[in-house]
């Protein structure tokens, strides 16, 4: 769609390079959502009038129900709000994926009842859409399997980071903080989340459970591992070996897995009930905690914040990952301030790079930044890093959040006149 | 306590202007957090153990119950958690505030069940606190009443903001978005929240309910015009004149008020469920509609974020209001880009000042700056904002979020360098 100039506006979030070229170039209208929302928007009318859904199935039972792919996502609410819907079958997913979906309904505003989840497994609702037959216009065969995500080979960042997060989790659970199964998992998109979670099967955890939105390569390594008794998510992204494995031993996973509606899978209520533990990944973070997600040089978007805050704000423990250095040591991750924020200092507990773990509970801004530097930034930007904070703390006269405003944004500048942006 | 030096370290919120003072000279470690973390933090044992509460209340009964007074924000968790517990008993707040309260213990993880609450008026748990006896280890009486709050007297700009907000909200209603009696509505501390929320006296609205965090003056005034039929909160703050209205006829606002824990009043998944209308304040925004609500000139910290991002962020719609310009003028509070964010572009729909209202809904960044700079600037910096934002376009060749990274800070950095900053 991208290719052939197909799309004026995009919304909620997006991953394809061509499509954040054609955003970054203001081609395409793009509005970066918290993923939670969406469906709740879409069901108010906030969008207006919705002409026309395309919904991605792998089966339509002789009822007329829809039997959803890997990806169901908001699909109930396009085919609750939409007036015509063509209904593709995905020749390449197979069948048995009838019996992983969990569909429940939530309701339309003021008669909202409560979404009755209390553990990561279980089922409240049914294992298909229901949709009104006579809003089908077309139901078409489609042939195109999903395409597989690639992942950044495990490195020896990742694994630190990983060892720094086991670490850290041991010590919550001795200190009667975490339980001795932890909580339930939620873990971002991408290869630094995929490769924290994976990392977990060489910890000793055991009846780990996952409540989170996409299910990724590691979690399938923790099931494997013997680590991981339950998941829970929206959709999941596999490499080609990755969809193999989940091909090939379908009805084990199926006791294992339940896919739900976008706004269960990320829904606040749940999130905070269950106490999940949220891993997300930052494009980079400031020395006061802030988070930067989605845009490069604080102008050009990447992918987007996804589900990133609907776990991070509401989470029992919230981490963040970066390693601490990109582009070959030329950008340091930690910077004295975010060019873009999509995370507040009021939403993060911890900070992990490969250099180390910023545990920032309980901390007011400047003890946060002696850790934030001391602990994640890399030692070639330690220096720097301290030498701003230490001349803020001077021309604020120790103000709650010390920062030079001239300064605060030069590390970015710098980057933005001398090298090309490649976005 | 701030008079004496007594505080090392508070949080999770503070409106004192000793203490602020105390903040921003460094001697007072000042943790801003999200008033719905606050309890599940104290529970969790993420701040240590607590050693000793003070707790308030206005009378415990012959079972060595406590009944709280009008502000019952995280005392469940302190008495919970405590090992020593002084009860201060309040001989100025009178003994008819029993039957107010609503306690209902959220469990720690991970046995969390549901919070049932489907209506602002639903009645959950008991109207006292449970306390161990032995853990009391004094009652003491005190006589010192509630400070009284002070708010600015209305204004033309208070009333313009007020209409726009009436309008936008019968155009809603008229679109089948809102229903004919609304969705209860939260509404932020201050001044201008309060006009805002009193403002709703002269519309037609009628039946409205309210679940918010501090009942303010407002609420009074539209419970007495006969528009409100109910209001949940956990606190209340009201001036000298308010409070005798209020005890004048408290056996009848007993029926129309419930006190709630501060985890079940600003509870994410409560206030996503009843679909709550969020009416909140900011410092500034941005031309992007990112918020700030704590920082003066991104240093200096005024209160605190409060709850305003627990209900920002999960609210079926969210305001944020501001007067266009402050300080006579000099400032412009619509800024090319915040100089702290607590609220982030991901978290707001509908921006209003005196000048007009701008509903973001759906738009992407760049359609935002538009609408907020035509519609909610002042006449006087809509020239420097639109000459800005179309310079950040060039230089960025329309990226997703244009930005002159040089200069989105130097409208600050002028005013920070030009006057004295006196917070």
Known sequence: MSAVNGIAQRLPYQTNSTLRQQINAGDVQYEDLHLSHMSQMVRSGFFQKLDMAIVEVCAVTEEGYLIPTTSLGNTTAFVDCADRIIVEVNTTQPKALKGFHDVYDVQPVPHRDVIPIVHPDDRVGVPYIVCDPK???????????????????????????????????????AAGRLPKHLLPLQSGVGSVANAVIQGLCRSDFEHLTVYTEVIQEGIFDLFDAGKLDFASGTSMTLSEKGLQRFYDRIDEYRKKIIFRPLEISNSPGVIRRLGVIAMNTALEFDIYGNVN????????????????????????????????????????????????????EHDVDVFVTEQGLADVRGLCPKERALKIINQCAHPDYRPMLSDYFQRAMGTTKHANTPHILSEALSWHQRFAETKTMRV
């Open 135 to 173: 809003k089908i216009v077309a139901i078409v065969p489609c042939d195109i399997p999903d395409k597989p995500a690639k992942l950044a080979p495990p490195d020896a960042e990742f694994e630190a980071m990983s060892a720094h997060l086991i670490r850290f989790l041991h010590e919550e659970v």
């Open 293 to 344: 997600s989605t845009h490069v040089l604080g102008t050009k978007i990447m992918n987007g914040i996804g589900g990133s805050g609907d776990f991070a704000r509401n989470a029992y423990l919230t981490f963040f990952f970066t390693k601490s250095i990109a582009k070959n040591g030329d950008i340091s991750s930690i910077v004295p301030m975010c060019s873009h924020i999509d995370h507040t």
